[in-house]
């Protein structure tokens, strides 16, 4: 078996950072390193950067960074162990056993066994039991016993303990099923029940085909109609989407969004295995920008009800800031799309996607509502409405269609239009600039180092740098400078960190790192390597360092974030 040393350089250099970044997200050469827009955020221009000589990435955009292991980490929102664990398999590797949290990480382990044999109970219910009402829904809704199968779609059966019962007898405590949401205390007695009962089930399948969850559906009136999995160590219902695992294998780049499970199983039946759907919630960023990795077009086929048109809105926003092209099905004639394709077929439903509205001409026409466009009122009113979306596009020329085109529908001259648009546009990207330079006062003072005179920490940074990029000249800069000379706690613990992975392993790397920081932490590691990326370090430049390190004042002197100081921080930051 490999030492953990060992494992951690193999596992380096048969993953390099630009391959599996490259896996996720289109990179594009930058030099010697790679730039693409970031998967973590949503930005106008690139400012994720991947840097193969450090082995690291960072988003110079929202400060996410780290190396492959936080990126896994962050992209699949899983734990450290998991991470390594991803990668290992990805490269044939054997994982030795690693340090950390080992309670929490047994615990997710058994989560995610328990809801596999839930799945599998909720199944053989569905199809064995005596009760057969979970088979007549799905007969009657017109779901085949091969889609039921493919799908492992189940029954909870009216029982207060049965599920919870069996998952003891598999070896699970209490506080183990309580866990993994498959059970609840009662309030009355203490007593452990069921949280899913005489409802259909849906079991709910990350990308690497584990089940995280499950949602449920009553047979009756009875209320919540859907019941869905809270939040737990495998389970975020904002940062996953339902049958995802089916629908990233899409070849055309093309992802059909909605809102239920019934709506995506009905598709993906018809033949459409790019549908997914939510998770009980509208859409958030985190899932917008999840769908951005695996398609570069959503369709949204959301109902035709007023909530369903809200939520369109809503999701044409966060799609169109993950950057995705979006349109919106009309679907006339049907409330949603297991209904249309029940009444009209797969061929009508493909030509519909066809024929489907680009986002923004939805926007623009759902401005229209209950307005009267015979009046000036009405029409003082649709420039109001129109205004903020045409300001949002960016390309100029696709702008100036839609200009030309609500310009006639108000009656004005596309000019005048054109003004108040390109006055709202310079007033939007003010306000950016002012959220952005407060967030960099809010950083800076966060940050508690008021009291440090910035060349004292570039000074700190250019060391750990020079030890990151130059190993072997360790010994030599620690007789210059050791981590009690640093001012900066932070850049104290980085220091200390990198000068005892060193004397452990011969090959350094940042992914030994993991094992003492946050990903968060990561991303400032990272953070620091990626802003002296083209800063040129040598010994003469460690003895100035050193120098400013112990010619520093030993008493905090109360210096004060100065205007100033603040002014360059907020320009060098935007010219990055």
């Not at 009046?375 to 269609?401: F, H, M, N, Q």
């Not at 109360?558 to 930051?573: A, D, P, Q, R, V």
């Amino acid at each position: 078996m490999l030492r953990n040393d060992e494992f951690l350089d193999i596992l380096r250099r048969e993953n390099p950072v630009e391959n599996v970044i490259g896996n996720y997200i289109q990179l594009r050469k930058n030099g010697r390193n790679y730039v693409c827009s970031c998967p973590f955020h949503s930005e106008k221009t690139p400012s994720f950067t991947v840097f193969p000589d450090t082995q690291s990435f960072y988003c110079f955009g929202c400060g996410a960074g780290g190396d492959v292991i936080t990126f896994i980490m962050k992209t699949e929102n899983i734990d450290f162990v998991e991470a390594l664990r991803l990668l290992a398999d990805r490269s044939g590797l054997e994982m030795p056993e690693f340090a950390g949290n080992p309670e929490k990480s047994e615990l997710r382990t058994k989560i995610y066994e328990m809801n596999r044999l839930s799945a599998n109970y909720f199944y053989t219910c569905l199809v064995r039991s005596a009760d057969k009402s979970g088979l007549e829904y799905f007969a009657k809704r017109r779901i085949s016993p091969q889609t039921i199968k493919k799908y492992g779609l189940g029954f909870a059966p009216d029982s207060w303990t049965n599920l919870v019962e069996y998952l003891k007898s598999k070896g699970y405590t209490e506080e183990e099923i309580s866990s993994a949401w498959l059970g609840s205390i009662s309030q009355k007695n203490g007593e452990l029940y069921d949280i899913f009962r005489k409802r259909v089930m849906f079991p709910i399948v990350d990308v690497r085909g584990n089940v995280i969850g499950f949602g449920g559906r009553v047979l009756d009136d009875s209320k919540p109609k859907y019941l869905n999995t809270a939040n737990t160590l495998v389970f975020d219902k904002g940062s996953n989407l339902f049958s995802l695992h089916f629908a990233r294998h899409t070849k055309d780049k093309q992802i059909i969004l909605c809102e239920g499970y019934m709506d995506v199983i009905a598709l993906n039946q018809a033949g459409f295995e790019n549908a997914v759907a939510t998770l009980g919630t509208a859409i958030t960023p985190e899932q917008a920008r999840i769908i951005r990795h695996y398609a570069e077009e959503v369709v949204i086929a959301y109902d035709n009800d007023g909530a369903g048109q809200k939520a369109t809105r809503k999701a044409i926003q966060y799609l169109n800031e993950a950057g995705i092209r979006t349109r919106v099905l009309n679907m006339n004639g049907a409330k949603d799309p297991d209904e249309f394709i029940k009444k009209f077929g797969r061929e009508r439903f493909k030509l519909l996607i066809k024929k489907s509205e680009d986002s923004i001409s939805f926007m623009l026409d759902n401005c229209e509502n209950s307005l009267d466009l015979e009046t000036e009122a009405g029409r003082v009113e649709l420039v109001r409405r129109t205004a903020y979306i045409l300001s949002e596009i960016k390309s100029r020329p696709e702008r100036e269609i839609y200009i030309s085109r609500t310009a006639e529908r108000c009656r004005i001259p596309a000019d005048t239009l054109r003004i108040h648009i390109d006055g709202l546009i310079r007033s939007s990207q003010k306000k950016q600039k002012q959220k952005q330079w407060q967030e960099i006062v809010d950083k800076t003072i966060k940050a508690g180092n008021s009291d440090i005179k910035p060349k004292v920490t570039r000074a700190e940074e250019f060391i750990i740098v020079h030890i990151i990029r130059r190993p072997e000249d360790l010994p030599e800069v620690i007789k210059l400078v050791t981590p009690e000379n640093f001012r900066t706690d932070f850049n104290k613990k980085v220091y200390s960190a990198i000068i005892g992975c060193m004397k452990e392993n011969e090959n350094f790397s940042l992914l030994m790192l993991n094992r003492f920081f946050t990903p968060e932490e990561m991303g400032i590691i990272s953070g620091i390597t990626a802003k002296n990326d083209r800063i040129t370090t040598d010994m003469q430049v460690m003895r100035d360092c050193a120098e400013i390190l112990l010619n520093a004042e030993k008493e905090q002197t109360g210096h004060k974030i100065t205007y100033e100081y603040l002014i360059k921080l907020f320009e060098s930051n935007m010219n990055k």
